[in-house]
């Protein structure tokens, strides 16, 4: 399994970013999938998961409002839609895939993980 995110970049505060999470291989469509996030000097955090068939999705309380995450497993891409974007979102964001089909905010709970993609928010 590959994992592969797109989309970061620099926006002002209040702007928007969709990033992108292509994955390779065939268990894609069977798996839960997450984004995390990790600042300069801050540990990884949870952002977002969501289920196999994409039928639930749970959030951080710090995102819940702004992000929304989605899936499509046809294309096997994960897509995490930022609005309202904050400063403090400022991170390394990761997209990860379990080898379940549920989802989960516990990052041991991730088998594979992508290189990340930068999202900067200026104030």
């Known amino acids: 399994v590959q994992l592969v995110e797109s989309g970061g970049g620099l926006v002002q505060a209040g702007g928007s970013l969709r990033l992108s999470c292509a994955a390779s291989?065939?268990?894609?469509?069977?798996?839960?999938m997450g984004w995390f996030r990790q600042a300069p000097g801050k540990e990884r955090e949870f952002v977002a998961a969501?289920?196999?068939?994409?039928?639930?999705?749970y959030y951080a309380d710090s995102v819940k409002g702004r992000f929304t995450i989605s899936r499509d497993n046809a294309k096997n891409t994960v897509y995490l839609q930022m609005n309202s974007l904050k400063p403090e979102d400022t991170a390394v964001y990761y997209c990860a895939q379990r080898s379940d089909r549920g989802l989960d905010f516990r990052s041991s709970q991730y088998d594979y993980w992508g290189q990340g993609t930068l999202v900067t928010v200026s104030s």
């Open positions: 291989g065939r268990t894609f469509s069977t798996s839960g």
């Open positions: 969501i289920s196999w068939s994409g039928g639930r999705t």
